[in-house]
């Protein structure tokens, strides 16, 4: 028996939060603390154009069974 192992991805993301102005960002901590506890990681950020980031996005191994082969 060969067993493949193919790392698969799934993707979270999320928006930093903005304050009243909508011009500085809220401290994201507690939502970052709660996607670390289930096991999700910081993989890159996409930035408005002019500048600030517009979403986090995270990557956590998928969630799901071994691939297996018989030989």
């Known amino acids: 028996m060969t067993r ?3 790392e698969q991805w799934e ?3 999320i928006r930093p939060p ?3 102005t909508k011009k500085e ?3 994201p901590a507690d939502d970052l603390n ?7 990681e910081l ?3 996409i930035e408005y154009v002019g500048g600030g980031t517009k ?4 990557k956590r191994p998928a969630q ?3 691939n297996t082969t018989d030989e």
Do not use: C, E, V
């Open 4 to 6: 493949q192992i193919t």
């Open 43 to 45: 993989a890159d950020t």
């Open 34 to 40: 709660d996607l670390g506890a289930d096991g999700w």
């Open 18 to 20: 903005r304050g009243s």
């Open 25 to 27: 960002s809220i401290d």
């Open 64 to 66: 799901t069974k071994d």
């Open 55 to 58: 979403y986090l996005i995270f």
């Open 11 to 13: 993707y979270h993301t």
